[in-house]
T-cell receptor
Framework: QQQVKQSPQSLIVQKGGISIINCAYENTAFDYFPWYQQFPGKGPALLIA?????SEKKEGRFTISFNKSAKQFSLHIMDSQPGDSATYFCAASIATSGSRLTFGEGTQLTVNP | EAQVTQNPRYLITVTGKKLTVTCSQNMNHEYMSWYRQDPGLGLRQIYY???????DKGDVPEGYKVSRKEKRNFPLILESPSPNQTSLYFC????????????FGQGTRLTVV
């Protein structure tokens, strides 16, 4: 079963625009929500992560927004650049139990110049 | 340099011919996993290991075997590959419990004909 659902599957944005990728989860025990970025021919790499004790975390142009009651979290990329073109995966886990990461389906982002 | 190394990067094989994909990490991580990546399905965990001699099934373990005889190595074995195992495979390691970053290898693209 897919415990983390991600949308959209693909996204095309113009340079300078805002990219928004959404994820929804089912397991209320999840308490660690990372986002991974994957460039073609490479393995995924951690981009940014959030714990549910905060509603937002920002690192440069990348922001995670977290809505615990709705069981949703999203990645916002401000001032999107062609170099941001990649596949993005959200994930979730139960940090205190050391459980495995459950990944969403992935979003292929294309930023046009 | 901290890294996860997978070999081979590309492999074409025939149905039923046993193969092994190797994975090695140099970060002394306890936790290692294998994933397969398929379009629209994201990253699905095949097997994981919490330490030497401790392994467990992930979401899609059928047709795969693993072993963890040394902390740094976690090979993936396909005893009798079938075409539905054609996929992109990733090995990953984490330092263990908690909200820890997963480090991925560069991937192995396997084609079974």
């Amino acid at each position: 079963q897919q415990q983390v659902k991600q949308s959209p599957q693909s996204l095309i944005v113009q340079k300078g625009g805002i990219s928004i990728i959404n994820c929804a989860y089912e397991n209320t025990a999840f308490d660690y929500f990372p986002w991974y970025q994957q460039f073609p021919g490479k393995g995924p790499a951690l981009l940014i992560a959030i714990r549910p004790d905060v509603s937002e975390k920002k690192e440069g142009r990348f922001t995670i927004s977290f809505n615990k009651s709705a069981k949703q979290f999203s990645l916002h990329i401000m001032d999107s650049q062609p170099g941001d073109s990649a596949t993005y995966f959200c994930a979730a886990s139960i940090a205190t139990s050391g459980s495995r990461l459950t990944f969403g389906e992935g979003t292929q982002l294309t930023v046009n110049p | 340099e901290a890294q996860v190394t997978q070999n081979p990067r590309y492999l074409i094989t025939v149905t039923g011919k046993k193969l092994t994909v190797t994975c090695s990490q140099n970060m002394n991580h306890e936790y290692m996993s294998w994933y397969r990546q398929d379009p629209g399905l994201g990253l699905r965990q095949i097997y994981y290991s919490m330490n030497v001699e401790v392994t467990d099934k992930g979401d899609v373990p059928e047709g795969y075997k693993v072993s963890r005889k040394e902390k740094r190595n976690f090979p993936l074995i396909l005893e009798s590959p079938s075409p539905n195992q054609t996929s992109l495979y990733f090995c990953a390691s984490r330092s263990g419990q908690g909200a820890t970053e997963a480090f991925f290898g560069q991937g192995t693209r396997l084609t079974v004909v």
